[in-house]
């Protein structure tokens, strides 16, 4: 069992940054493959980006590809999720998710935190 809390999570302009955390407890977090994804008011839950236990390996969508980047700390057990040049359109609930093997859909992640929530404004 592993347990996920998010933060970092904010309002802030169009072309703006933010760095969210999200900090692991339980079982051995620092095995599990992490992942960050987002869900905006009336659409299903978005694949963010993702990281492979070691940091060694990471994933994103076209979406967010170059202005978003994931890594970790597993002396900290906290996985980060840097977010430059944000537009509008990134504006959602951000959730982290923990998981045994590689995935990248919502469904292939075992545990969840309760997600923070991004802003961003024109």
């Known amino acids: 069992q592993v347990q996920l809390v998010e933060s970092g999570g904010g309002l802030v302009q169009a072309g703006g940054s933010l760095r969210l955390s999200c900090a692991a407890s339980?079982?051995?977090?620092?095995?599990?493959?992490m992942g960050w994804f987002r869900q905006a008011p009336g659409k299903e839950r978005e694949f963010v980006a993702v990281?492979?236990?070691?940091?060694?390996?990471?994933y994103y969508p076209d979406s967010v590809k170059g202005r978003f980047t994931i890594s970790r700390d597993n002396a900290k057990n906290t996985v980060y999720l840097e977010m430059n040049s944000l537009k509008p359109e990134d504006t959602a609930v951000y959730y982290c998710?923990?998981?045994?093997?590689?995935?990248?859909?919502?469904?292939?992640?075992?545990?969840w935190g309760q997600g923070t929530q991004v802003t961003v404004s024109s």
């Open positions: 990281v492979s236990w070691d940091g060694g390996n990471t």
């Open positions: 998710a923990a998981n045994t093997v590689w995935g990248v859909e919502p469904h292939e992640f075992d545990y």
């Open positions: 339980g079982r051995a977090p620092g095995v599990y493959v």
